[in-house]
């Protein structure tokens, strides 16, 4: 079975095509991967302009389908399913790739697989090889299992009995992590996206500088980054005053990343002392942070945890081909399997 799958939920445009074998045995082989990211056309604006990004994919998905057949030599006829991702999203965005994937579909008699994108970031983890045209196995994971995404757009902690069966515990109130990390960034003159940017910048320095880590003694599993931001925000002012800021930058990130990863370690651990489950699954763009996977691996040493491999971190094709099959194949109702609103075990 061939799969081919579309990400436009925001920034990135991709298109991946993945074959399944027949044989049941959860084996698959990553044909192609096209992607496009839009870094140069937002980062001047500090932050995704939702329109200019729907622009970018209306640009790009032509290009990079035409790309994905030149490389692979493959006749959509013989495509089985045409799969996209449905959202949670920027809307202008989420049109231009459903638009596009209906009229191929339509054009070549094919069925759509709605693909939720949080979903799709948890599937990721069950993939080990990023490598095309190997044959590999899906990666077995040992459940019940507590799982964070940490994205630009979602901070969402959820109990999974299994990948159908999974309970919302919490998720941030204001801010998602990745966008306090993108906004602390900003603030220390870092480009969009600076969660990368502020992860080199705090490896050279240390966490001399105080900050709150929000929520964490409620007894609740939600979070809040935007106090974090603007204490951030008061503390950079301060120090500028001080006319210190350039010489302590990279504290002040490093101290920030801190607070911020202490903070989703905290409530990790206080959803593993309310239910007992075998394993930890971190999943979304954030974990492509290495420092914060060293946190997780250090701080929960006695536990499985499964991370997305770096590259299938951030949003991609892959995942959303991938997920599919699994809604295929135990004829799950794609929209019915949905993390918002909340699923009740
Ligand atoms: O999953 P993703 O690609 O898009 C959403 O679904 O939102 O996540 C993007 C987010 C951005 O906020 C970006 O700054 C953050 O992931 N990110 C990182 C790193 N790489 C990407 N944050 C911290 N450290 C990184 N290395
Ligand atoms: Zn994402």
Redesign the pocket.
């Known amino acids: 079975m061939k799969i081919l799958g579309f990400e436009t939920?925001?920034d990135?445009t991709g298109i991946s095509l993945i074959e399944f074998k027949e044989n049941k045995k959860l084996e698959f082989k990553i044909l192609a991967h096209k992607l496009r990211t839009q870094v140069e056309v937002h980062s001047k604006y500090g932050g995704i302009v939702p329109i200019l990004a729907a622009r970018e994919h209306k640009k790009n998905l032509p290009i990079l389908l035409d790309n994905l057949i030149k490389e692979t030599k493959i006749n959509l006829k013989d495509v089985d399913y045409f799969a996209f991702s449905y959202g949670p999203g920027l809307p202008p965005a989420l049109v231009e790739g459903k638009e596009f994937v209906v009229r191929l579909a339509k054009r070549y008699d094919k069925k759509i697989i709605p693909v939720n994108?949080l979903l799709a970031?948890f599937y990721s983890i069950l993939i080990s090889k990023n490598k095309l045209n190997i044959w590999q196995k899906v990666r077995k994971i040992e459940f019940p299992a507590i799982g964070l995404l940490i994205?630009?757009?979602?901070t969402i902690l959820v109990h999974f009995e299994s990948f159908e069966k999974f309970k919302k515990l919490g998720e941030t109130l204001d801010d998602a992590i990745?966008?306090s990390?993108?906004k602390a960034a900003r603030i220390l003159g870092l480009e969009y996206?600076?969660?990368?940017k502020?992860?080199k910048l705090a490896k050279k320095g240390k966490p001399l500088f105080n900050l709150p880590r929000p929520m964490v003694n409620q007894a609740n599993f939600n979070f809040s980054f935007a106090g974090l931001k603007t204490a951030f925000w008061e503390l950079v002012e301060e120090v500028r005053r001080l006319n210190k800021l350039e010489e302590a930058k990279a504290d002040l990130a490093n101290s920030y990343q801190k607070a911020a990863f202490e903070t989703l370690i905290i409530k990790v651990k206080k959803a593993l002392d309310r239910y007992s489950v075998k394993s930890i699954i971190v999943t979304?763009?954030?974990i492509?942070?290495l420092t914060l996977r060293k946190m997780f691996l250090k701080f929960f040493k006695n536990k499985k945890i499964y991370f997305p491999l770096k590259e299938l971190?951030?949003?991609n094709g892959i995942n959303i081909a991938f997920a599919s099959y699994f809604f295929i194949e135990k004829a799950l109702e794609p929209e019915k399997l949905d993390i918002n609103p909340i699923t009740t075990i």
């Open positions: 939920t925001c990135e994108h970031h994205s630009g757009g979602h990745g966008e990390l993108d996206p600076g969660g990368p502020l992860e979304g763009g954030v492509s942070n971190s951030t949003d």
